[in-house]
């Protein structure tokens, strides 16, 4: 398995473990709710939720070409789901890029974060900044006009 579906395989066996717990021990209702919030958190924290990822050499490429931002990111980030589901339908026209996938990517968000793996790292036009808020990325998403 790798690094990336560690978080939500351990959502679905702690949720698992437990829902077996309580539905031996109170009934399938209990064990049903469980399921109810384990599943959807396995689920968020899954690479699942985000568009395709790219290598960061390609995304970079794509970015150059059409000047749209890539995001840096890597499953079980809080920050990045929210700049996700922030971003709503916009998500599909960034570049997104899994650190856990990439070893250059992860060197790229080392190097513009002081050595540290930080994440969301947006780059765009040449610059990067770490955790926007997703109003600067619908902006640098709208074009020249946009960009801050």
């Given amino acids: 398995m790798t690094r990336r579906w560690l978080i939500p395989a351990l959502f679905l066996l702690c949720g698992s473990l437990l829902a077996a717990g309580s539905a031996f021990g109170g009934g399938p209702g209990p064990a049903a ?13 899954s690479p699942l939720v985000f568009p395709r ?14 000047g ?11 920050y990045c789901l929210r700049l996700r589901f922030r ?11 899994d650190i856990w996938r990439d070893p250059e990517a992860a060197a790229a968000a080392r190097e513009v974060n002081d ?3 930080t994440v ?9 900044r770490t955790n926007p ?7 640098q998403l709208a074009g020249p006009a946009g960009e801050a």
């Fill in 53 to 66: 990822s790219l290598g960061v050499a390609q995304a970079r490429r794509r970015s150059a070409a059409d």
């Fill in 68 to 78: 749209r931002p890539v995001v840096l990111w890597r499953p079980g980030c809080k």
């Fill in 115 to 117: 050595g540290n793996e």
């Fill in 133 to 139: 808020p997703v109003e600067w990325v619908r902006a």
């Fill in 87 to 97: 971003l709503g339908r916009d998500a599909r026209r960034v570049h997104w890029v």
């Fill in 120 to 128: 969301p790292t947006v780059f765009v036009a040449g610059g990067a």
């Fill in 33 to 45: 709710g469980l399921l109810a919030v384990f599943v959807p958190l396995a689920v968020l924290h």
